[in-house]
Antibody, heavy 122, light 107 residues
């Protein structure tokens, strides 16, 4: 069974940093791009960014709202994806979901982790 | 950025009803449209990918279709476990964007 388990969320002050981790199991982690999606309290879903597999250069893409502040990385030997969040703002408060990107001629997200809550407040 | 406009934002329906949710893209996205279901306090779950392909394990009462830049999620006979919020998402171009969601409530 495929599983994604996030950790690292919590309460952090504005301007500080936090790193989220996502441990994957049940599939060959290195073969897939991994993405992060967030959801502010009571709001809809917002794509944060993704990291391609090493076969596609391991390059990253980000939403404009986090570009330059957030960094996605991966450790294929440990099947872990990371989201490093710097210069956090109150508007970054959200549940952060780790997801796997499935691709053929199109792309879709499956599965999703259970999410980890990040609260940015003083 | 490609804007995804979902309608309605909410609806009330009864068990057994046929329910249709629409998502309109601001430009052509070439079938790169996915649908997700989210229940309160839970992570989203993939229902339909590439506009009309049913994800494995998803009941056949769910279906997706497209007409140009308009995409439709249909639930043929609403079941009690289908009361949830549904989101569309385009994966045609970066940044990937989601519709604002449609909450399906019990009538």
């Amino acid at each position: 069974e495929m599983q994604l388990v996030e950790s690292g969320g919590g309460l952090v002050q504005p301007g500080r940093s936090l790193r989220l981790s996502c441990i994957a199991s049940g599939f060959t982690f290195g073969d897939y791009a991994m993405s992060w999606v967030r959801q502010a309290p009571g709001k809809g879903l917002e794509w944060v960014g993704f990291i391609r597999s090493k076969a596609y250069g391991g390059t990253t893409e980000y939403a404009a709202s986090v570009k330059g502040r957030f960094t996605i990385s991966r450790d294929d030997s440990e099947s872990i994806a990371y989201l490093q969040m710097n210069s956090l703002k109150t508007e970054d408060t959200a549940v952060y979901y780790c997801t796997r990107v499935v691709s053929s001629t199109r792309y879709w997200i499956d599965p999703w982790g259970q999410g980890t809550l990040v609260t940015v407040a003083s | 950025d490609i804007q995804m406009t979902q309608s309605p934002s909410s609806l009330s329906a009864s068990v057994g009803d046929r329910v249709t949710i629409t998502c309109r893209a601001s430009q052509s996205i070439s079938s790169s449209l996915n649908w997700y279901q989210q229940k309160p306090g839970k992570a989203p779950k993939l229902l339909i990918y590439a506009a009309s392909s049913l994800q494995s394990g998803v009941p056949s009462r769910f279906s997706g279709s497209e007409s140009g830049t308009d995409f439709t999620l249909t639930i043929s006979s609403l079941q009690p476990e289908d009361f949830a919020t549904y989101y569309c998402q385009q994966s045609y171009s970066i940044p990937w964007t989601f519709g604002q969601g449609t909450k399906v409530e019990i009538k």
